[in-house]
């Protein structure tokens, strides 16, 4: 069974700084994805970033990047130059690749808050 | 614009009572999801179907069952609603297995109080 885990409940940054979500995951599968989904308060789920497990190169979109450490199995993600539209509830989640429906396996979450 | 979206966006129902969660999809896949929203809890899998008429207990199953007639539509039934079954229900719908596209999309969600 695959399980993800998310360590910091809350977190909070000052606007224009930089903050690191971590995450940690454990799984007996080679080739897998994970994510980093932010829910705002509006509760639609979006989806921040993904990345391939076969790829050694760590994703990046715009302001968001990720540190992924396949043989420690952690994941983190980083939000540079944070914006107050970043508040929100961050969930880090892990997918199997292969046959089989592709659902997707969540951590608890990080509510975290962008002060002005 | 790829769409899922949820009969409701609250819903407050009585004990005992049976309920229905609609979700309807327009991106004409396979696989639909359903997932319990809880704090400190995270996301967890109620139900899945990979086809019309197909379909597989997730990882907290019970109290619930799930409908899916038509491949757009899945439905989750509370047979009789219990005040612990008091949560946010997301349903959930990805593209067809394609390591290009993977992304699972969301609806909207509904929050269900039972009193």
Same mark, same amino acid.
């Given at each position: 069974?695959?399980?993800?885990?998310?360590?910091?409940?809350?977190?909070?940054?000052?606007?224009?700084?930089?903050?690191?979500?971590?995450?940690?995951?454990?799984?007996? @599968? #080679?080739?897998?994805?994970?994510?980093?989904? *932010?829910?705002?308060? %509006?509760?639609?789920?979006?989806?921040?970033?993904? $990345?391939?497990?076969?790829?050694?190169?760590?994703?990046? @979109? #715009?302001?968001?990047?990720?540190?992924?450490? *396949?043989?420690?199995? %952690?994941?983190?993600?980083?939000?540079?130059?944070? $914006?107050?539209?970043?508040?929100?509830?961050?969930?880090?989640?892990?997918?199997?690749?292969?046959?089989?429906?592709?659902?997707?396996?969540?951590?608890?979450?990080?509510?975290?808050?962008?002060?002005? | 614009?790829?769409?899922?979206?949820?009969?409701?966006?609250?819903?407050?129902?009585?004990?005992?009572e049976k309920v229905f969660l609609e979700c309807v999809q327009d991106m004409d896949h396979?696989?639909?999801?359903?997932?319990?929203?809880?704090?400190?809890?995270?996301?967890?899998?109620?139900?899945?179907?990979?086809?019309?008429?197909?379909?597989?207990?997730?990882?907290?199953?019970?109290?619930?069952?799930?409908?899916?007639?038509?491949?757009?539509r899945f439905s989750l039934i509370l047979e009789s609603a219990s005040t612990n079954q008091?949560?946010?229900?997301?349903?959930?719908?990805?593209?067809?297995?394609?390591?290009?596209?993977?992304?699972?999309?969301?609806?909207?969600?509904?929050?269900?109080?039972?009193?």
């Open positions: 069974a695959q399980t993800v885990t998310q360590s910091q409940p809350e977190m909070s940054v000052q606007e224009a700084e930089t903050v690191t979500l971590s995450c940690t995951y454990d799984t007996s @599968e #080679n080739n897998y994805y994970l994510f980093w989904y *932010k829910q705002p308060p %509006s509760r639609q789920m979006i989806l921040v970033i993904r $990345q391939e497990a076969y790829k050694q190169q760590n994703a990046t @979109e #715009n302001r968001f990047s990720v540190n992924f450490q *396949k043989a420690a199995k %952690s994941f983190s993600l980083k939000i540079s130059d944070s $914006q107050l539209g970043d508040t929100a509830m961050y969930f880090c989640a892990f997918m199997k690749h292969g046959p089989g429906a592709n659902n997707l396996f969540f951590g608890t979450g990080t509510r975290l808050t962008v002060i002005p | 614009d790829v769409k899922v979206t949820q009969s409701s966006r609250y819903l407050v129902k009585r004990t005992g396979e696989n639909m999801f359903w997932y319990r929203q809880d704090p400190g809890l995270g996301l967890r899998l109620i139900y899945f179907s990979y086809d019309v008429k197909m379909k597989e207990k997730g990882d907290i199953p019970e109290g619930y069952s799930v409908s899916r007639e038509k491949k757009e008091t949560s946010m229900y997301l349903c959930a719908s990805p593209p067809l297995r394609n390591p290009l596209n993977y992304e699972q999309y969301f609806g909207p969600g509904t929050r269900l109080t039972v009193t």
